[in-house]
C-alpha cells in the first residue's frame, strides 16, 4: 500500500511495512534525501512536516536554497513512428510539437494525481 503526503510543496511518498509494523516514507519530488516513519498515520505524518521543516531550516542555515530540480525541460526519446504521429496530431490542431506534448502531459498527469 502506498500513499501521498503534501507539505509546503514537498511530495512524501508512504509505504507500508507490515512485518516491522511501521509506515515509512520519503521525499520524492527533490534529489535531496529525505525520509521519515511512524508507527501511525498521524504520527508518519508529523514526522512527514518534520522532516521538511528540518530540511528548510537545514538549507537556511547554510546558507543554500532547498533544492528544486525540476526545470521544466527534460528529453523524451520514441520510435521515428511515434515522432511522427505525435506531429501529425499537434499539426492537425494547429499547435507546435512542444505545446501539444506538453498539454497532453499535464492532462494525464492532472488525472494521475487525483
Not at 521515428?80 to 490542431?93: D, F, G, P
Not at 510539437?97 to 498539454?103: H, I, K, P
Request: glycine share 8%; proline share 3%.
Amino acid at each position: 500500500m502506498t500513499d501521498v503526503l503534501r507539505y509546503k510543496g514537498y511530495i512524501g511518498r508512504v509505504d507500508v511495512d507490515a512485518d516491522a509494523g511501521i509506515l515509512h516514507g520519503r521525499v520524492i519530488n527533490t534529489r535531496d534525501m529525505i525520509t521519515f516513519e511512524g508507527r501511525s498515520v498521524a504520527e508518519a505524518e508529523r514526522a512527514f512536516h518534520g522532516s521538511v521543516d528540518d530540511y528548510l531550516e537545514f538549507c537556511e542555515s547554510r546558507g543554500e536554497p532547498p533544492d528544486k530540480p525540476f526545470s521544466g525541460k527534460f528529453l523524451v526519446r520514441v520510435s521515428a513512428e511515434t515522432h511522427q504521429a505525435i506531429a501529425v496530431a499537434a499539426a492537425r490542431e494547429g499547435k507546435s510539437l512542444n505545446q501539444w506534448v506538453a498539454e497532453q502531459l499535464e492532462r494525464d498527469a492532472a488525472t494521475q494525481s487525483r
